[in-house]
C-alpha cells in the first residue's frame, strides 16, 4: 500500500508568511516528496533533485538573513518546516537540518566578506552542505579529534579521516573541525572546503538499517589544500564554534524525530479505522484507543518542548539544556511511537507493505546522530548539578 500523507497539524505560527511558507512545504511534501519516499529509501536512492527544489522554493536558508540569500525565518518556524518534511520522508527532513547545520560556521562566525562570497550559493544556489566533526576514534568524545590542518604560507593543508558523515560524498561543501594547536579543544579550528578539493575523497557509503536514500560515509583528506580565507573564525575557535552549531542541530533533529512520529501516528489512525475484527472497527478497542492516546500525547510533548526551546534562541537566551532536552524526549518519543505504530497494525506493519516497519528502522538512528542520547544526559545533568568531579 502507499504511504498516507500526513494529516494537517494545528499549528501556532506567528504570522501569516509563516502560515504561507508552511502551506508551501506541505504542498511540496504531499506531491513530490512523500510520493517517491518508500520506492527511493528502498532502492537508496538519494533525491538531489528535490534538494534543488527546496533551494530554489527558498527553503534550504530559512533561519539565516536575507541578505545572504536566506529566509529571515525564526527557529520556531524553521523547525516546523522540518517537521513537515520530515515527516513525509526522514531523508528530506534531516538532510535539510543537516544543510543548514553546514551553513552555521560561517553565518554565524565568519567575517563579512566570507559570508558576501559563499553564503548565498550555500542557501540558494542549489549547493548542498556537510559537516564534518565525528571521526573513526572520535565519536562523542569528539574534542579528541585527529584530523590536523598545518600551516603553508596562505593555505592550510588538512590530513585526516571523518566519520558517519551525511552527505559524504556528494556535498558541495564541507564544513571541516580540524586540530591546529594543542590537544583538547582548544586546539580545533573550523574550515569551509570545497567538495571538488584536490586530495578529498569519500568511502563507499556505509550500509545502514534505516535511511538508506541519504548517503552516510567516511570523508578522507589526503593533503587537501584549503586557503587561509577559508578558515572560519579564530584559530582555535573551532570547537566552541562546533558546539554551538550542534545546540541548533539538536533542535533540528528533535523537529524531525516529531515529525517521523507523527508520520507513524497518522498511519496507525489511518489502519485502525479501516481494519475491522469481530465487527467492528480496530479502533473501537479501547486497549488500542489508550495506545494511541499515549502516542498522541507523547507528540505533542516533544513538539512543545522543541518549540519552546526554539523560542529561548529566537530570544536571545540560553538553550543548550532545553535543545538536548527536545532532542533526548522527541527522539525516545520517535522510537516509541513508530514501534507502537508497527504493533498496532500486527502482521501488515512487519511487511514493507506498510510504511510503519521503515518509520520503526529510521526512528533508531535519530537517537544516536547529532550526540547519543546517553551524552544528552550528560548534558542537562551539567546543567543541573554542575560537572563532575574527577
Known amino acids: 500500500m502507499p504511504d498516507r500523507a500526513p494529516q494537517p497539524v494545528d499549528r501556532q505560527l506567528p504570522t501569516d508568511e509563516a502560515r504561507d511558507l508552511i502551506s508551501l512545504v506541505r504542498d511540496i511534501a504531499q506531491r513530490e516528496v512523500a510520493p517517491r519516499a518508500a520506492e527511493e529509501e528502498d532502492a537508496g536512492r538519494f533525491p ?8 530554489g522554493s527558498g527553503l534550504l536558508g530559512l533561519p539565516y538573513d536575507s541578505a545572504y540569500g536566506g529566509g529571515d525565518q525564526p527557529y520556531e518556524v524553521y523547525l516546523q518546516v522540518l517537521e513537515e518534511l520530515a515527516a513525509a520522508r526522514l531523508t528530506v527532513g534531516l538532510g535539510v537540518s543537516v544543510h543548514t547545520l553546514a551553513c552555521y560556521a560561517l553565518a554565524a562566525h565568519g567575517a563579512k566578506e566570507q559570508r558576501t562570497e559563499h553564503l548565498p550559493a550555500m542557501l540558494g544556489g542549489g549547493l548542498l552542505g556537510a559537516y564534518c566533526l565525528s571521526e573513526p576514534a572520535s565519536g562523542s568524545d569528539a574534542a579528541s579529534l585527529r584530523t590536523r590542518a598545518v600551516r603553508d604560507g596562505d593555505d592550510w593543508v588538512i590530513t585526516g579521516t571523518k566519520a558517519w558523515i551525511t552527505h559524504g560524498g556528494i556535498a558541495d561543501f564541507y564544513t571541516v573541525m580540524a586540530r591546529t594547536g594543542e590537544e583538547g579543544p582548544r586546539g580545533i579550528t573550523a574550515f569551509l572546503v570545497p567538495g571538488d578539493a584536490e586530495g578529498l575523497s569519500a568511502a563507499a557509503p556505509e550500509k545502514k538499517m534505516g535511511m538508506k536514500g541519504s548517503p552516510t560515509a567516511q ?45 507513524a501516528l497518522d498511519e496507525a489512525l489511518g489502519y485502525a479505522a479501516e481494519r475491522r475484527q469481530f465487527g467492528r472497527p480496530i479502533a473501537d478497542f479501547q486497549g488500542l484507543r489508550f495506545m494511541l492516546a499515549d502516542m498522541a500525547t507523547q507528540i505533542e510533548a516533544g513538539r512543545a518542548l522543541y518549540l519552546a526551546a526554539a523560542r529561548l534562541r529566537d530570544a536571545g537566551r540560553p538553550f543548550a539544556k532545553q535543545a538536548a532536552m527536545a532532542k533526548l524526549h522527541c527522539t525516545d518519543t520517535a522510537m516509541r511511537v513508530t514501534t507502537d505504530a508497527v504493533q498496532l497494525l500486527g502482521g501488515y506493519g512487519y511487511t514493507a507493505d506498510f ?20 551524552i544528552q544526559r550528560m548534558v542537562i545533568a551539567r546543567h543541573l548539578a554542575g560537572p563532575e568531579t574527577r
Open 355 to 374: 510504511p510503519a516497519e521503515r518509520h520503526m528502522r529510521e526512528a533508531k538512528v535519530l537517537q544516536i546522530v547529532e550526540g547519543t542520547n546517553q
Open 219 to 263: 570523508v578522507h583528506f589526503d593533503g587537501v589544500r584549503v586557503p587561509d580565507a577559508r578558515r572560519v573564525g579564530e584559530e582555535g575557535q573551532g570547537f566552541a564554534i562546533a558546539l554551538s552549531a550542534l545546540d541548533g542541530g539538536r533542535l533540528g533533529i528533535a523537529a524531525c524525530a516529531i515529525g517521523l512520529a507523527q508520520a
Open 48 to 55: 538531489r533533485e528535490l534538494f534543488t527544489l527546496l533551494s
